[in-house]
């Protein structure tokens, strides 16, 4: 008899556990139209994002981690509120739930504030597109590649080829070298006691013929521009040339070419880039200390 009024107490009223039900199978069902209609929405959202990266390097993989995450938090939610309203639902009091988890949800921030940090820090990365795979970022002065991007942390290989785990949270400044173009300097020293004019028209001719072949015209946004001296060190004349080409190789091989050439170009000119120096040694007066000696040898040198 005992046992057959503690089971009367359990379960509702048969009018009350068919309303139940009713509730919980339009709760469940809504969770699902819900969760379709968010990954429909997360779906054309990816698409959009993969057609605005274009044919960029890591812009599907971009796409494809952002609609992860979107699919991810989307389930949490519809899965968590139907939880909640099916409880509701069953006759608990889910004041006192929603107040556990909310102290729950504080600790665990407190406890995992670095992971929290990285994985927001990743997010913006990902939706402002600060970089993508296969960029050449500079990070604390280090230049590498990036080969790997996810939500917590980004994998980097420099040029000795070690792998860096860098955490998101710790990208404070990033130099991205990989978009749109690079500017690069080509910096000639001149001996100061040569023609200065003349050697600026040896460099301007060497600039001119890299501009009309097509070979090497191709691999520049704009004509090389010579911007004449740019300043003096010790007894050379510094002559700065400056090109501007797309992210990757063209500048550097361009700038190389262009370096060789110049040298070439004033060799056959005979127009020297470094001042003789001649080394004077003077033999110690006798009776003269050591410090002495020296100080005389840098007076008449």
Known sequence: MPTVILIHRLLPEPEKLLDMGVSLLLTAAAAFLLWQLAYLIVGRVEKWIGRAAGHAEGGEQRARTLGSIFRNLAVVLIVS??????????????????AGA????VALGFGAQTLVRD??????????????????????????????????????RDFNGYVHFVPNGEMKIVINRSRGW???????????????????AT??????????????????????????IENLVGPEVMVRMILRARPGPDGPQTARELKRRLMAALAEAGIRSRTNREIVILPMPAGEPAGRAAELTSRRS
């Open 81 to 98: 509120g139907a939880l909640v309203h099916a409880l509701a639902v069953l006759g608990w009091d889910i004041r006192p739930l929603l």
């Open 182 to 200: 690079t500017r690069t300097a080509v910096d000639l020293p001149i001996a100061a006691d040569e023609n200065i004019d003349r050697a600026l």
């Open 203 to 228: 460099c301007r001719a060497v600039v001119n013929g890299m501009n009309a072949e097509p070979a090497w015209k191709d691999r520049v946004l704009e004509p090389i521009d010579l911007w004449g």
């Open 119 to 156: 994985v927001i820090a990743g997010f913006f990365i990902l939706v402002e597109n600060q970089y993508a795979v296969g960029d050449l970022i500079e990070v604390d002065g280090h230049a590498a590649t990036v080969e790997d991007l996810t939500v917590r942390c980004t994998r980097l």
């Open 102 to 105: 909310g102290i729950l949800g």
